[in-house]
């Protein structure tokens, strides 16, 4: 093992301009974070990094949803959250500035569907509203409170009233709140 | 742009990588949790349509993990080799490209942008808004200051330096106004230390006859005929406020535009946003474990306090007649409360400028007096909002409500007090605004005490701008440093209790409108005062910087960070429109100072623009007369009102077809839920016919079932479960 950092070779960066909403500088940024997780130097495009070791990046550390974004953004078999470099890129990406407001909203709500069913139905929105509020017992809202929001919730955005949110009626939810964009955004 | 995202949304276009999978799990949706890998919803469905597309859809945009992408870009790939298109497709890419890398160098030039996000990070939106908004107005006053650097600054320093003397012009009668042309502030050679710091502060002494201030400039004009080159400074000095004020507009404008598109669309409010809350509300550029969780406390603070209100609203619905009219009665009450208590402070304004104009001492005592207006001002700026929002307490109000009504009153209270003093100060310049008075015989103002009173304006602007810095500042320093220290060292439960600074956006971003409003009143009578205002916005960015991460703690209230953008913008405009009323009227009103400045021997300031214009060639001078005359502007007027109600028109068209196509989507959905359950009840007739092929066919009724809602999803492809 040498000492010095392999380089993003030139034709992989700027395929990886292409297929991404990230710069030159912030591909290469993300290469050597991701290299200093992997802890070696060499090759790091197709093997793969455990998610506790994902975790541990300040940006994820402490995002209550950091286990779901792992889990949506790996391609892993294993389904066991672990990312290769490229994962790890389609994640800055889609969490990037300059990506689109279609793109964020899809991922977003592939992050909130707990079950990984297609919808958000009662249960994803009981374990997104825990994770927003705390995990903790004395952080939770009451059973009370708890089911009033959800019918809330449901009714205003369950347009066809079948006690779901799919995906357009919450693109169509995202669509008129002003501070999505800037909100969802995790920048290196 | 929202009719035809929502008719896509209704009816996916085949590159949307379609749901099909979807139908697999609906179904499956009773299997219990253990076997929910079974489950999994497949999202890696390539899209359907790859072809027939004049351009390549854009790949970043396609929701697909980066191998899939890479095989659909090497598909794209191999189907190039059209001629035409591969061109077209090639410049496409080059303008990405360089749209790019535009993109990348500007934002080098981005000022203080690794800063704020930092903020961003740490505190979350709300304080991240204030900066962005001291942001805006730093380069809002660097570039003014560049406009009339460089069109009245400049050109008087060339011409005073090149010697040229000040010339009556023949046309002016100045029988009788001798006495008003005397004005001599020229300061002692020989100066005492502590006079050269007082005059530093208040603006008079050295600093009176200076480029600072409207007297020192003259009316150089129709001059170097060797050379043929003329400048007219007074035109110069008058058209450059009058853009200075456009500039400034136009930038707000522009500045409100992003963000009052997307408040009318969303609409605000607190309840009934609730979707929207949960989707949207979490801040993913958080970074420390501190303020995660105070950012989860806060939403659970805030989703109690929603649920709380629409408890509240439901059985105030039903609260009896003498409570309603006891309620109203309160409210009313403590609002004429407010009224008076906003009334004094509007007296002892006024009374305190009285005061110090005519009061004429020297030394330490002269400061303290001259500073008596800034000093009431900011004391009622601060005691009077303290005591509203314990008023506002009572008046139990929504919580939102309460919020908006305080900071209605605050701004209220800050841009009328300015109002207040300049009101005092016209009304002694002026004589009341009669001229015919003893005092402002001769020369059309009060001349025994405002020799200049340009300057005079110009000095108090100057002042209230120094002593807002010098309280920030002193704030900081005797007040945030020492309570962090104390609630950090020393436990008792006193300290626990106020606990550390919070840094509350509301009126911090009010004191910066104040500022500006302050700056844009006086920028005509003390041109350099944009600068100093650059420079003072950028010592408060980092002085705030400091004390945020040094004393503060993040606000466990919410803020709503775009129509607060929006809300802030608009009194920015109003404070705007208080300095245009002030510019208009002593441009065109007030008859200029005989003893100094550029306008002195013209009745009115505006009075070189007609001047000037005459000189011009006929047809160009009788083009500017004409758009002018109410010839003009009266069916300009007309036609952008005919403009606003289009406008307006359109708005509600769109709002209209929204909610026409939301009951389209759920009669449709409706409609495939009849449809799907017709399907199931022939299948399950046909399977029961197949295995008991004696019994006769039983009629079902499907009609009964039309009105159940049931989660069955729509498929072809697989054969129902029996259930």
């Known amino acids: ?23 030159k500088q912030e591909i290469l940024l993300a290469h050597k974070r991701f290299s200093e997780l992997q802890g070696r130097e060499n090759g790091p495009y197709s093997s793969r990094v455990s998610m506790e070791k994902v975790l ?60 990984d069913d297609g919808t958000l139905d009662a249960r994803d929105l009981e374990k997104l509203v825990n994770c927003l509020t705390g995990e903790t017992d004395d952080t939770r809202l009451t059973v009370e409170e708890m089911r009033q929001l959800i019918s809330n919730i449901l009714e205003e955005s ?31 | 742009m929202e009719l035809r995202e929502f008719n896509n949304q209704v009816h996916p276009t085949p590159d949307y990588p379609s749901p099909y999978g979807s139908q697999h799990s609906l179904r499956l949706r009773t299997v219990p949790p253990q076997e929910t890998s079974a489950v999994q919803f497949d999202w890696a469905s390539p899209p359907e349509d790859a072809e027939d597309s004049n351009e390549p859809p854009n790949l ?67 304080v991240q808004s204030y900066f962005l908004f001291l942001r805006f107005l730093v380069i809002l006053n660097f570039l003014s200051s560049l406009l009339i650097a460089g069109f009245v600054l400049i050109p008087s320093i060339v011409f005073r330096s090149m010697n040229f003397n000040s010339t009556i012009p023949t046309t002016v009668n100045l029988t009788g106004v001798e006495i008003c042309l005397q004005y001599d502030p020229k300061p002692d050679t020989l100066m005492v230390f502590i006079t050269y710091f007082l005059d530093l502060i208040s603006g008079t002494g050295f600093m009176e006859y200076s480029y600072l201030f409207y007297g020192y400039y003259t009316n150089f004009n129709s001059m170097v005929e060797s050379n043929g080159f003329s400048y007219n400074i007074p035109l110069a000095y008058l058209l450059t406020a009058a853009f200075y004020f456009l500039f400034c507009f136009i930038c707000m404008i522009i500045r409100m535009g992003g963000t009052a598109r997307v408040a009318v669309v969303t609409g605000g409010g607190a309840t009934g946003g609730y979707s929207a809350l949960v989707f949207t509300g979490w801040d993913h550029g958080l970074q420390e474990d501190r303020t995660t969780k105070l950012k989860q406390s806060n939403f659970r603070y805030r989703l109690q306090v929603d649920l709380e209100e629409e ?42 400028t009285q005061f110090s104009q005519l009061m004429k001492t020297t030394g330490f005592k002269g400061l303290v007096l001259q500073y008596l207006p800034s000093m009431v001002i900011t004391a009622s700026n601060f005691v009077v909002p303290l ?75 100057y002042k209230l701008t120094l002593f807002d810095f010098l309280i920030t500042i002193a704030t900081l320093i005797l007040v945030e440093f020492p309570r962090r220290i104390v609630v950090d060292h020393c436990s008792c439960k006193l300290t626990q209790w106020v606990g550390r600074q919070e840094f509350l956006v509301a009126p911090n971003v009010l004191a910066l409108v104040y500022s500006q409003t302050v700056v844009w009143t006086g920028a005509l009578f003390c041109p350099l005062l944009p600068f100093i205002n650059t420079i003072k916005f950028i010592l408060f960015y980092f002085c705030k910087k400091i ?79 004409y758009m002018g005359s109410q010839k003009f502007s009266i069916p300009l007027f007309i036609f952008s009102c005919v403009l606003l109600c289009y406008v307006s028109a359109l708005t509600s068209v769109h709002g209209k077809s929204v909610a026409l196509l939301k009951s389209q989507c759920k009669l449709e959905q409706r409609d495939k ?7 199931e009840e022939l299948n399950a007739t046909v399977q029961k016919e197949q295995r008991e092929p004696q019994q006769p066919q039983r009629e079902t009724d499907t009609a009964t079932r039309w009105n159940q809602h049931d989660n069955y999803a729509f498929d072809r492809d697989e054969d129902p479960r029996p259930y």
Request: hydrophobic fraction near 45%; glycine fraction near 4%; charge should be positive.
């Open chain 2, 311 to 352: 408890r509240l609203k439901k059985k105030s619905a039903s609260l009896t007649l003498s409570q309603t009219v006891s309620l109203y009665a309160l409210r009313v009450f403590l609002n004429m409360v407010v009224l008076i208590l906003i009334g004094a402070t509007f007296y002892g304004i006024a009374k305190a």
């Open chain 2, 60 to 126: 970043r945009e396609l929701p697909l993990h980066m191998g899939l992408k890479r095989a659909v870009w090497q598909v794209q790939q191999m189907k190039i080799p059209v001629v035409s298109s591969s061109w077209n497709i090639k410049q496409s890419q080059t303008f990405r490209r360089f749209c790019e890398v535009a993109k990348h160098v500007l934002s080098y030039f981005v000022l203080w942008k690794r800063g704020i996000q930092k903020i961003g990070g740490h505190f979350g939106g709300g």
């Open chain 2, 387 to 461: 005591l509203c929002d314990k008023i506002a307490l009572l008046e139990k109000y929504s919580a939102s409500t309460t919020v908006i009504l305080a900071l209605l009153r605050a701004v209220f209270l800050r841009l009328v007090s300015l109002g207040v003093l300049l009101y005092t100060l016209w009304e002694q310049i002026t004589c009341e605004g009669d001229i015919s008075k003893q005092n402002c015989i001769p020369c059309n103002y009060y001349y025994d005490e405002y020799k200049c009173w340009e300057t005079r304006v110009g000095q108090e602007m």
């Open chain 2, 673 to 679: 839920q009849f449809l799907v359950r017709q399907i």
């Open chain 1, 56 to 115: 541990t990046l300040p940006e994820l550390k402490s995002n209550p949803f950091r286990k779901r974004i792992c889990h949506v953004f790996s391609t892993s078999d294993l389904r066991d959250g672990s990312l290769t470099f490229e994962d790890f890129l389609d994640l800055l990406s889609a969490f990037s500035d300059s990506a689109t407001l279609e793109i964020k909203s899809h991922y977003a709500f592939r992050i909130f569907d707990f079950d």
């Open chain 2, 547 to 625: 004390t945020l991460f040094q004393n503060c703690q993040p606000a466990t209230r919410n803020f709503r960070s775009t129509t607060s953008n929006f809300f802030f913008l608009l009194v920015l405009l109003f404070g705007w429109m208080l300095a245009t009323m002030v510019l208009l009227y002593s441009v065109t009103k007030i008859h200029p100072s005989y003893g100094c400045g550029p306008f002195r021997f013209s009745p009115t300031m505006w009075e070189v623009v007609p001047q000037a214009a005459e000189m011009l060639n006929s047809t160009s001078a009788e083009f500017l007369f």
């Open chain 1, 1 to 23: 093992m040498g000492g010095t950092a392999s380089k993003l070779p030139k034709d992989l960066l700027s395929e990886y301009q292409e297929l991404t909403f990230l710069t």
């Open chain 1, 158 to 188: 369950d347009i066809d009233k079948d006690g779901t949110v799919n995906l357009s009626e919450f693109q169509h939810v995202i669509s008129r709140s002003p501070d999505f964009v800037s909100s969802f955004k995790i920048v290196l």
